[in-house]
């Protein structure tokens, strides 16, 4: 009969990892305040009660096995994996090959090329407070290299009319001293040499459309 293998908690199958470079770039002026009631208003009939809820706490994402990836944007790299199998690649990273056939193989790392293509596309005319100034925004979903997958980014240095499937992008990373490891450190360009097509119906169609969003937003302070 076969024994059983119990695993105790203190018998870790990987290392607890010794985090020796620590970087900060929390603003001043965030605290860890968790949830707090902070105050209230009632109107002057005593009709109607406003309450002010603050919630501030720190999170720790913890990339484990796809860490590869968040170091590398902090180097200007784009990691991707590849089944030793099959030879499919995705980024965003897999850490298996989700082929059938591979029976889940632990996949291995490996450079992606900064250039992609347009998968798909959207046009933002909103947005959260913080990116108002900047629409419209136009959010592509990319596929880079021969990724299996694509990966959503902003793409910058075009008119939103002017997009098109399959497009071919560049990936442009922000100036190594402003990267923090996040998607945000990139965006995609179109590729040098590209030109967009001249001008048609549905070229006209989502011009209009943005242009109101062009003309609210100068009127932003
Ligand atoms: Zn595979």
Redesign the pocket.
């Given at each position: 009969m076969n024994e059983t293998v119990v695993l105790k908690r203190k018998d870790r199958i990987v290392k607890k990892p010794d985090f020796t470079e620590k970087k900060s770039y929390r603003p001043v002026n965030v605290k860890e305040t968790g949830l707090s009631f902070i105050g209230h208003e009632i109107s002057e009939d005593g009709n109607v009660m406003n309450q002010f809820f603050h919630y501030d706490q720190l999170y720790t994402i913890r990339h484990g096995w796809n860490s590869k990836f968040f170091k590398g944007l902090l180097e200007g790299k784009i990691w991707g994996t590849r089944?030793?199998?099959?030879?499919?690649t995705w980024v965003p990273v897999r850490t298996h090959?989700?082929?059938l056939?591979?029976n889940l193989?632990k996949?291995e790392w490996v450079e992606m090329p900064l250039n992609g293509k347009v998968h798909t596309w959207t046009v933002a005319g909103w947005s959260g407070r913080s990116s108002l100034k900047r629409l419209p925004i136009i959010l592509v979903y990319a596929v880079i290299g021969k990724s299996k997958v694509a990966i959503a980014n902003e793409l910058h240095g075009i008119k939103p009319w002017d997009v098109e499937f399959e497009m071919s992008l560049k990936v442009v990373f922000k100036p190594e001293e402003d990267r923090i490891g996040a998607v945000t450190d990139f965006h995609f360009e179109p590729a040098d040499g590209w030109e967009p097509s001249p001008i048609h119906q549905e070229k006209e169609r989502i011009k209009e459309l943005v242009e109101p969003v062009y003309k609210w937003v100068k009127t932003l302070k």
């Open positions: 089944c030793p199998k099959c030879g499919d090959c989700w082929n056939d591979c193989e996949t």
